[in-house]
């Protein structure tokens, strides 16, 4: 009788094993800008394509798209799009090259801020992550539904970074007016030392520069340059996601009370809130003027992170 139990026991746990391996996870994808914007998939090597790999969100929507378990990939938001001369569908910011909503298998042309995963990794874990190696074009933030195991924090770039970006990564848009990226300073100059190749090629060689330097600080939990990954990885477990774009309320200057004191670029232990309004002509690096919390950016940080996971896990 007890073998037989036992046995049992043992299928059952094969069975909750096996299903827990297939079963897939959810992404809801939701746009809180004030304007329409096109998501972006792009699968790894040796990943199948998802369902969808690309669509049209508009302000205040939102779209679940089912991920199989063992995905890997990233996804970007693409702004400023619409039908060209030649009847090609194109965007002026996060353009995959696909000539149609759908990316197809083509990945985003920086600069763009990119939410990275391996799904059901290295024990059984998931890595996520917010990239700014490609540059920035949106503000992001993942936040984790359910899961267990490693830290399963929320993570992203919160801030509006595109009138604030230094002048010569500005990316302004095509017919004038504000900007809709800042690139890397790898993609602007093109300099090994910023793309941690040649002969920067390993961690103990490539460090984080200047303008690796201006994400980081304003973004602290996103990737700033290709070795970031000790304050930049996230794991979790059996998790379903929510990828927020332009989350409230990062961009808006009313919740934080801040003031300008022109301070300049880069500062440490300070939290850092751009108005793109207020940089509508870009700046140089070292004239940036910012707007700057009164609140240590440690805790002011984690707290907006938790207002979101607890709003989002209710």
Not at 93 to 122: H, M, R, V, W, Y
Request: proline share 5%.
């Amino acid at each position: 009788m007890d073998r037989r139990h036992l046995s049992s026991t043992f299928v059952l746990l094969l069975f909750i094993s096996f299903f827990s391996e297939v079963n897939p996870a959810s992404f809801k994808i939701v746009n809180k800008c004030r304007h329409t914007i096109w998501p972006g998939f792009l699968s790894g090597a040796n990943t199948a394509h998802l369902t969808t790999t690309g669509f049209v969100l508009k302000p205040g929507k939102s779209r679940t798209v089912t991920i199989p378990k063992s995905w890997s990939g990233r996804l970007w938001g693409r702004t400023l799009c619409g039908v060209d001369s030649s009847r090609k569908f194109v965007c002026q910011s996060g353009d995959c090259g696909s000539g149609q909503i759908e990316c197809s298998g083509n990945g985003s042309k920086p600069p763009a801020t990119l939410a990275e995963f391996t799904l059901n990794g290295a024990g059984g874990l998931d890595f996520y992550d917010v990239s700014l190696v490609d540059g920035y074009n949106l503000p992001m933030l993942i936040v984790v539904k359910g899961g267990k195991g490693g830290n399963c924090s929320a993570t992203g770039c919160l801030l509006d970074l595109n009138g604030a970006c230094p002048s010569e990564l500005r990316v302004a848009r095509q017919n004038g007016g504000g900007g809709v990226g800042c690139r890397s300073a790898c993609e602007a100059f093109g300099d090994p030392e910023y793309c941690c190749s040649g002969a920067f090629g390993t961690p103990n060689v490539c460090r984080p520069s200047r303008y690796s330097l201006f994400f980081k600080h304003a973004c602290p939990r996103a990737y700033s340059y290709a070795y970031d990954d000790t304050t930049s990885t996230y794991t979790c477990a059996g998790a379903d996601y929510v990828i927020m774009f332009c989350p409230p309320p990062y961009t808006s200057q009313k919740v934080f009370g801040a003031r300008k004191d022109g301070a300049l670029l880069p500062l440490v232990n300070k939290s850092m809130i751009y108005i793109s309004s207020l940089h509508a002509n870009g700046a140089s690096l070292s004239g940036l003027l910012q707007l700057q919390s009164t609140v240590p950016a440690a805790s002011f940080t984690m707290a907006i992170f938790l207002f979101w996971q607890l709003i989002l896990t209710l």
